[in-house]
């Protein structure tokens, strides 16, 4: 079984509706992260967490919301989808520590917003 | 600014060849790690290989290696023995000590040809 998983895979929705992307992650690490990938790009952070009572934002949190309902758990929301927020999003984890940490990723979900 | 800067866009080797893919970063602070990611057509983030700033030796996995100039503030990414599944976009990013997401550079195309 994936170490750290994402769902749904896909997601189709349209314009101003709520949707909520979850990740799930069995490596028992504290830190969880989601990102976002637009087409030709690298990725860039929108939220992290280093445990369930610390949420903060990334550099692009506009938007968007999240969630950390355990320490297993990170979820990802848009209030209010909107087009350019097509694109395809990234969970990652990692374990505490010095600037070496690894942080491991998810499969990521395909959003498409109509 | 840009953080790391990938200035090859695409690249072509043949199989059982190496390959040296271009990663240079900016960064001031004395602490921070580098790591190559690689992202398959299916769209996963793959975890390949990391370099601290403190290493005093290149760092290797298997087919993969780090060349880490640090004063030349690059760390390229040398896959020997090309193999068909290598093909893949790949990305090289930092994590600075003071700072906690990865920043990504663009990416890398490689095509491994039969």
């Known amino acids: 079984d994936a170490d750290v998983t994402q769902t749904p895979r896909n997601r189709i929705t349209k314009t101003g509706k709520r949707i909520m992307l979850e990740c799930s992650q069995t490596?028992?690490?504290?830190?969880m992260y989601w990102y976002r990938q637009d087409p030709g790009l690298g990725l860039q952070l929108i939220y992290y967490s280093f445990d369930v009572k610390d949420i903060n934002k990334g550099e692009i949190s506009d938007g968007y919301s999240v969630s950390r309902q355990a320490q297993a758990k990170f979820s990802l929301s848009l209030e209010s989808a909107i087009p350019n927020q097509t694109a395809l999003y990234f969970c990652a984890t990692s374990e505490a520590g010095p600037e070496g940490e690894t942080q491991y990723f998810g499969p990521g979900t395909r959003l498409l917003v109509l | 600014a840009q953080k790391i800067t990938q200035t090859q866009p695409g690249m072509f080797v043949q199989e059982k060849e190496a390959v040296t893919l271009d990663c240079t970063y900016d960064t001031s602070d004395p602490s921070y790690g580098l790591f190559w990611y690689k992202q398959p057509s299916s769209g996963e983030m793959i975890f390949l290989i990391y370099q601290g700033s403190y290493d005093q030796q290149n760092a290797t996995e298997g087919r993969y290696s780090l060349n880490f100039q640090k004063a030349r503030k690059s760390a390229n990414l040398v896959i020997s023995a090309s193999q068909l599944g290598d093909s893949a976009m790949y990305f090289c990013a930092m994590r600075e000590a003071n700072d906690y997401k990865l920043s990504f550079g663009a990416g890398t195309t490689v095509t491994v040809r039969a």
């Open positions: 490596k028992g690490h504290d830190r």
